[in-house]
């Protein structure tokens, strides 16, 4: 056994269907009694709605969260809270919103409740990545890490099946650096082989019966290991990646990371094949990249960044900035390979067998 240090992040978890009714009962835990509802505009009547089962403990709603949390949305949030006399805040939504609350956080230390309705998995995370100027950045600290986490598998149910499939594999890729990070541990491991198990056999069924409850339990679970995984290790070159492509080229979030994954992934195979070993078994094929691939190809998730709206001229600047300032990463991050990796990612390519 080779020497390693892992450190648990503290948080609370509670897991189950119509969980929902709880959230009262954890603001006042946290010792709160103005909580702030955070949603998208998409997610407004919801985030309303939990308002007003708040009763009393509500200090309203900011239903601007948007995605790869753009630094004047969350200043907008930030008066909100101000006027309000807020708290806490109950992020309810996927990636967008729990990344609100975690720059409100951040930048106040107040407490946080996130309610996912996604499988994005950045609840379970200390990091925050922000957007400034068309430049995505990220950071970790203690401040930005959730108090709590309610997953109500109900919430998930009407998930549609493509933002599932999405939403899923983002979850998975997090699973997957965490296996050939630098500060992998035989900890992180565990729960990232078991969050690739359980998603990569969820996410199937769930695009076959969107109302498979337990299907989406699975998966609501898997989610939530692989964002223990991401938050508890570092991050290598599948997200610096896709920070950039998301970042300076207003990308999808799920979708980028959906996209990159397998090319990311095969790109690191032979510098990482114990990691690439596990993934294969999680998924049950015999080759990793090459799993990832037809996995999100038999969930119609897509599969080139053409199709997610990456302009085909912007490939060179992506590269450039990939190797300006890389995360550490098993193999070498080298100008030219990267480029081509973003070539194959741009047309879909299925990669070659590792």
Known sequence: MQPFTYVGAPGRVVFGFGVLDRVPGEVAALGCRRALVLSTPQQAEAARALGERLGPLSAGVFSQAAMHTPVEVTERALQVVQGSGADCTVALGGGSTTGLGKAIALRTDLPQ???????????????????????????????????????????????????????????????????????????????????????????????????????????????????????????????????????????????????????????????????????????????????????????SAPLSLKDIGMPQGGLDRAADLAVADPYWNPRPVERAAIRALLDDAYWGRRPAAT
């Open 113 to 299: 409740i996130v309610i996912p309705t996604t499988y994005a998995g950045s609840e379970a995370t200390p990091i925050l990545g922000e957007t400034r100027d068309g430049l995505k950045t990220t950071q970790k600290s203690p401040k930005i890490l959730p108090e709590v986490i309610v997953y109500d598998v109900d919430l998930t149910l009407t998930l549609p099946p493509a933002l599932s499939a999405a939403s899923g594999m983002n979850a998975i890729a997090h699973a997957v650096e965490g296996l050939y990070t630098q500060d992998a541990n035989p900890i992180t491991s565990l729960m990232a082989e078991e969050g690739v198990r359980a998603l990569g056999a969820a996410l199937p069924q769930i695009v076959r019966n969107p109302s498979d409850r337990d299907a989406r339990s699975d998966a609501l679970y898997g989610a939530w290991l692989c964002g223990v995984v991401l938050g508890s290790v570092g991050m290598a070159l599948h997200h610096k990646l896709c920070h950039t492509l998301g970042g300076t080229f207003d990308l999808p979030h799920a979708e980028t990371h959906t996209v990159v994954l397998p090319h990311a992934a095969a790109y690191n195979a032979p510098a990482a094949r114990e990691a690439m070993a596990r993934v294969a078994r999680a998924l049950g094929v015999a080759d990793a990249p090459r799993g990832l691939y037809d996995l999100a190809e038999s969930l």
